[in-house]
Every structure is written in structure tokens, then in C-alpha cells.
């Protein structure tokens, strides 16, 4: 019979590990990269296990570490219950590693990256070897010796061959066109992604379409690749209101603040929903049922692989066929559509045809003129 602890449940034999719920022992599988499968996805922020493994991911990602308080606005808890965290995850055996550092020695927090022996591992063995000299017991030396020359090996190789822990950049030559993102500062990449992480506003200077360059406080959300061009997402004055797209491009200069905003719900895909190209909808704009009049079979492959949000659908009836989907019509769709023509005629809204017709036939007198 198995023995069991006071409230009832059985407790493990020796030399068995302690298992949770199937869903806690997934989520500590997933925090420490065993299971990467492509259907896992991070759960919603809203239970101990979810923000534990968010915690995971943030100290593994940021090598400089986090403070308490960084943690803290992320996460969305108070700075006690973090320490609880961190206690958790020791109990898990992380290797929650704890620096101090600037002129307060305020405590930073990082899990060691796998695969890379912790920092302090090579000056802990030659104490080790020196204590075992001085006390005349060198029976281990030789073994301390050989474990020290694997871990150096190691941290060289790491050094002189970084592209093979790193995906090879020269197997992808991306172009995305004449008017799509050019490369972006890698410094401000990286203030905005750092941003981004730790829940701060940013300071920008900003150079929009039709205005001198502005200066304000931004509180970013995410960074979002959309039709070629680089843009962050977020909020402007006190982080209330609608969302707005900033094109990276035109940051002229970023300045990190201290910042730190609670983070409310949002999601890219739902901004840019019923939207075609890079202007995103805006509350007062309702989407309408879209019909297109596919007339070349190219064209019908094409848009069945093209994305759309949510998706289009072919439709055929006989030997006509007709692309549908629910959008936000904007100049840039229009323009698309004409580019198309005449393998491509609107049909539905009334209001999108007699557009395009009226755009068609002032350009046909402009060139008869």
C-alpha cells in the first residue's frame, strides 16, 4: 500500500519526483524548452502557473536581468508575490541567478540560458582546487582539471562560432519593394523592444506624413511587420484612448524612461482586422461584405493563397467565380484593386464599383487628352 500524508493524498516513493497536474507539469515542460511543438501557445495571464511561466521566459530572455519592481508591472502582481515566484521556480531547480548591481546594488534576476555553463561555475572549481591543495587532499585535482578544460572548450567555441547556435543569415535575402521598411536603427530596435519587455514608455521623436517632427511620451505595446513596413503599436498621453501605429522608420530618436504602465488588453490581430493595408480601422468604421468578379483562372490561385483577415472565400456558380471578404474599404484597397483590372471587377459594395469605374475613366481621358 502506498503511503499517504495527512490530508489523504499519496506521496511519492523514493526516488520519484513530486508531479503536479498535467496542466502545471506542461506548463514547466514548456517554460524549459521541452516542448516546442507548434500547436503550444502561451496561456492568458490569469492563474499562478500562466504568470510563472511568463516569469520563466522573461528571465531567460533578458540576460541583464529584471528587478523586482520590473517584474512586478509585467506580470501584473505585487513585489511579494514575485519573490514567491522566485522561490517557486528554485524549488522547480531553475537556475535563478541573483546580481547586484549599480550604486544601490539593487538585485537583479536571469535564468542561465541552456546549453551555456552558469558564470560561476570555472572560479567556484579553482577555489575548490586550491582549497583542496591547501588542505593537502589533491585526489580530485586531476578530475577538477579535466571538467574546467571542457567548460573553457565550451565557452570558446561558443566565442569563435557563434553561427552555429544562430540561424545562418546569408540562407535569406528578404526584399519587400521600393516603398517597404528600410533596415531600422538597430538601437532603436532595441530600446523599443526593451521597452516593450519591461512595461516603460518611451520618449520619440516622431516625423509623420504631413508635419514637422514631434516630440512625446509613448507607451509601446508591440512591434508589427505589416505589408513591408516596420511599425510599433501603442498608445499616446496617459496610455488611454485608441491605438495608433507609429512607422519605425520615421523614429527619429527614442529615450527610455522609467515609466513603468500596466498593460491592457490587446491583440495585433484584432487591430488589424477587416483592414487591408497599413491603416487600421478606427471605432466609427464598420466593415462591408466585399465581391470581386475573378475573371483569369492565375487569379483565382492567388487569392485563394493570399491572407486576408478574417479570410476570404472563393465562390463559384458555374463558370463564373467571385472572391468574397468582410473589409474596412480604404484608397489602398481601391488602388489594388484597380491594379488588378480587368482580371478583377468589384461587384459588391455599389458604393467600391462606381469608384473604380470613376477612377478608370478619368485616367482613360487623361490619357486621350
Not at 48 to 69: C, F, N, P, S
Not at 164 to 188: K, L, Q, R, T, V
Not at 353 to 360: P, Q, S
Amino acid at each position: 500500500m502506498s503511503p499517504v500524508d495527512t490530508t489523504g493524498r499519496k506521496r511519492p516513493t523514493a526516488g520519484q519526483r513530486p508531479s503536479g497536474p498535467p496542466f502545471v507539469d506542461l506548463q514547466i515542460r514548456m517554460a524549459r524548452g521541452q516542448d516546442a511543438s507548434p500547436d503550444a501557445r502561451l496561456p492568458a495571464l490569469n492563474n499562478k502557473t500562466a504568470k510563472i511561466h511568463r516569469l520563466v521566459r522573461l528571465l531567460q530572455d533578458h540576460t541583464e536581468g529584471l528587478g523586482i519592481r520590473h517584474i512586478s508591472a509585467m506580470l501584473g502582481v505585487d513585489e511579494r508575490t514575485v519573490k514567491r515566484y522566485l522561490s517557486d521556480l528554485r524549488r522547480l531547480k531553475f537556475e535563478v541567478v541573483q546580481d547586484r548591481k549599480g550604486s544601490g546594488r539593487k538585485s537583479l534576476y536571469r535564468i542561465q540560458a541552456a546549453g551555456s555553463p552558469p558564470g560561476h561555475f570555472l572560479p567556484a572549481l579553482k577555489k575548490i582546487r586550491t582549497e583542496l591543495h591547501a588542505g593537502g587532499n589533491p585526489k580530485y585535482t586531476a578530475l577538477i582539471n579535466q571538467l574546467m578544460r571542457f567548460l573553457e572548450d565550451k565557452e570558446s567555441a561558443q566565442r569563435e562560432n557563434p553561427e552555429e547556435a544562430a540561424p545562418n543569415a546569408e540562407a535569406y535575402h528578404i526584399d519587400h519593394g521600393p516603398f517597404a521598411e528600410a533596415n531600422p536603427s538597430p538601437g532603436i530596435l532595441k530600446l523599443l523592444e526593451s521597452a516593450i519587455a519591461s512595461r516603460t514608455a518611451v520618449k520619440v521623436s516622431y516625423s509623420g506624413s504631413h508635419s514637422e517632427p514631434s516630440e512625446f511620451l509613448f507607451f509601446p505595446y508591440a512591434l508589427c511587420l505589416r505589408v513591408g513596413t516596420l511599425y510599433l503599436i501603442g498608445r499616446q498621453g496617459e496610455n488611454q484612448g485608441a491605438f495608433k501605429s507609429l512607422s519605425v522608420k520615421r523614429i527619429l530618436r527614442g529615450i527610455a524612461t522609467r515609466d513603468v504602465f500596466t498593460r491592457d488588453p490587446f491583440d495585433p490581430a484584432e487591430y488589424y482586422k477587416f483592414t487591408f493595408g497599413q491603416w487600421a480601422r478606427q471605432l466609427n468604421e464598420n466593415p462591408e461584405t466585399v465581391v470581386l468578379s475573378v475573371r483569369a483562372p492565375w487569379l483565382e490561385k492567388y487569392l485563394s493563397e493570399s491572407h486576408f483577415n478574417p479570410p476570404g472565400r472563393i465562390l463559384k456558380k458555374g463558370k463564373d467565380v467571385q472572391f468574397e471578404v468582410k473589409m474596412v474599404v480604404k484608397p489602398d484597397f481601391v488602388n489594388w484593386v484597380m491594379s488588378l483590372a480587368p482580371d478583377l471587377i468589384p461587384e459588391k459594395p455599389e458604393s467600391l464599383r462606381k469608384e473604380v469605374a470613376d477612377r478608370l475613366g478619368r485616367a482613360l481621358e487623361a490619357f486621350s487628352a
